[in-house]
């Protein structure tokens, strides 16, 4: 994009790394929104501590998606230090993933609230998992676009390690996928999947393996 | 703004940038907030898919509005590299600017409330037009004001390229302006220009000329 | 809070700077979320542009408060420069504006309800000059805080020039006091004093002088 | 995380950094959406007035929180400089922080529509407590591991400064604790260890000792 400009450019992924940095931060921050104050009116009001532990769905969902996001800004972080070119598609790659993650409250928010009821637990899992599924294709495509062939990615990484990362986003793909067909015959599988992935991205990242 | 202050200024945009950087990324991410958890009471709750499908405009809204701010702040980076300088009413303008694009959740949440409503949905579209045209107007206003006379924008760009932009954003503006007309005549011939106008730039930006 | 590490810090205001632009971007994108959509049932939804257009004085609202932050935004910007060092009271004192800033919002929504009440909006429109005062007080504490036998601020500056901006910042403190005063009297002179302050404000900065 | 990369990284807290301040801001700034206006139908309208003054539990909180999250940007900035190098640990125990940072408008929302509430006075004030336990405890734990054998801390920090500000950490923790249990037996005396602890740490930061 900023190819035939006269400048040079020294980073030339460092805006589009400071815009997602701030959608991920507020995407992240905007969760808190998403749980709503109990409201208990008269009497009712002495039941509020039990109005709030009646909350732990919300508590629940609220700690799976920020750690979530947060697991995807480590990784946006980890994998933009091998960009080192970018292009419009790049761009519109990126801002759809970034869409995916904004989106991330909703069907957060739907999962709190429907997680515990006996006929639509099983949709509000269906809905989370795809929502988690969305940024993962994101995800996904844009490293395939900028991996392959070394489109945009560092030369010197070798080609084992671009394999094994481009193995290891296929995979999480596939899993969402099976959540959220799971979803269809057993939520509680569906949900364990997703917070099986979850908890492996808290790994360390893999050691960048150059040639 | 900066030029009687002893120091030299490197960067005389780098600060407006950064403000404007975060009103896009509030703005584009506030977006998900509009989207309400649907509330179903007992044994409607086993029709929680059917009311999450029935959110598709919700959906098809945020995604609109999403892309187009996407695009805002893309073309706002690509045209900044054109403005060597600024001044106080150039800062008024981009403030202009800037308090369109946070409006646009407003019309956003408006046309997907009422977009599938037979007689409402029209006004919705007019309304969802107008949020589209203010900072259509806004952005033109910028340019104008600093590519009149090389007033503040970069020398080197040729005059051709520099008409080339003023025809394409008047352009925009007239078809915004169509859009919210024909709104009255037909919604889905003026939802149409909407979405075909952001279509139309998400392809990659005119390359800058210079002499 | 810097002076006693090892390093030499080359801009001691900048992490406050960054920490500031955040929040008045935030306040200022947030201001969105307080216009609600309104929710007509059945037959009224014809009536959507009718009461998409009632919705004026939450225009007006978001308009009027839009432009204060965006002054104070631009004037923080204008006024850091004067500010050679920072310490822990000018720390806090800017806390305590940025808080003011941050509450904003609040006073925006409720004169966006009741200025059209004709009982409720005389007390919408002093609680509004009264969200308008705090930060104009919290701005004018840092100011004679930093410049007093010039504490804080640029040592080149012209003492005319100081003492030119303090009458300024005084004589605006005075002005939404009695703004707020005047709301008992007549609500319309009262808001217009808070507008006539803000177009004031629109104004290019005073050149900074130096000695 | 990035010292496998060829390049040399002269700040690695610096994106760690940035995203908190990211996340302070947008946590700090949410707070003033927890203050809903008072809606008011037909001859209630005149009194807009006693409605804005009974939201005082409201402004209150606001208050609490808002000078809470301030005193945590303050001294994440204070200590981060005392970090020399991250590792995969650290920065999930940061995210863990930021987390319970950005939980905290939760408790505040509670606290404000249930404090002067005489039998949920009492819950909503432990459920506050809690709230701020949570992210002291997040701190602390951050500071423990990086700071026992100098794991991660500057290694000229002298042994008596690290070893103080262990104590203060802990001590910080301990009255949190005691606020929340205190809750069960008297609110006010629950509320008075928070309000007190927030005043404390309003002081100057601690003086870093080197050798």
């Known amino acids: 994009m900023n190819t035939s400009s006269p400048e040079t450019v020294a980073c030339p992924t460092q805006r589009i790394e400071a815009f997602s940095d701030g959608v991920f931060a507020i995407a992240i ?14 009497d009712e009001a002495g039941q509020l501590g039990g109005a709030l532990l009646r909350l732990w769905p919300s508590y629940v969902a609220y700690l799976l998606s920020f750690v979530m996001i947060g697991i995807y800004w480590a990784n946006h972080h980890y994998i933009f230090r091998f960009y080192r070119r970018t292009n419009h598609l790049f ?14 409250p909703f069907p957060t928010a739907v999962l709190a609230e429907y997680i515990a009821d006996p006929q639509a637990g099983h949709t509000a899992i269906r ?47 596939l899993l969402y996928v099976i959540a959220v067909a799971a979803s269809w015959w057993n939520g509680r599988v569906s949900l364990a999947i997703c917070v099986g992935l979850t908890l492996l991205y808290l790994g360390p990242p893999k050691e960048p393996g150059y040639r």
Chains 1, 2, 3, 4 share one sequence.
């Not at 921050?29 to 008269?42: A, D, N, Q, R, Y």
Request: proline share 5%; aromatic share 16%; hydrophobic share 55%.
């Open 91 to 104: 761009n519109l790659l990126n801002a759809f993933f970034l869409m995916c993650i904004a989106f991330l």
């Open 127 to 173: 809905f989370y998992a795809l929502g988690l599924l969305l940024p993962a294709v994101g995800w996904f495509a844009i490293w395939l676009y900028a991996s392959t062939g070394y489109r945009l990615i560092d030369p010197r990484l070798s080609p084992s390690f671009v394999n094994s990362l481009t193995r290891q986003y296929l995979l999480s793909n």
């Open 29 to 42: 921050t905007l969760l808190i929104l998403e749980i709503k104050v109990p409201h208990l009116h008269g």
